[in-house]
């Protein structure tokens, strides 16, 4: 198997599954979110407050989580600016003529 192919199936289509998770649970918040709104509207607040604060509490810090995990995970994957450098000159080298490589 290639590292392309790894690379795809190590890392890739895992996080293109938490993305339709992720997107999923936003949908599902936006409807609470609704609700909410309609629900304390109507009635006391006080009651919903305590009953939901619990778990609003835990979403936030799967979210801090989540969010210090996704930046850990895109500073990895970022090209150190030495590689981006080498590979520059290389591209740079790729480019020119055969001619211009032999002087």
Known sequence: MTES????????LPLGVV???LTRIEADLRFLS???????????????????SGSLERINEALDL????????????????????GRAS????????SAERDD
């Open 34 to 52: 609704i609700k909410t709104s309609a629900y304390a509207a109507e009635r006391d607040s006080g009651e919903l407050a305590a009953k939901a």
């Open 19 to 21: 993305a339709n998770q």
């Open 90 to 97: 290389r591209e740079r080298a790729s480019r020119k003529t």
């Open 66 to 85: 989540i969010r210090s995990l996704m930046a850990a995970m895109e500073a990895d994957i970022q090209p150190t600016s030495a590689s981006l450098t």
């Open 5 to 12: 192919a790894n690379v795809e199936l190590a890392i890739a």
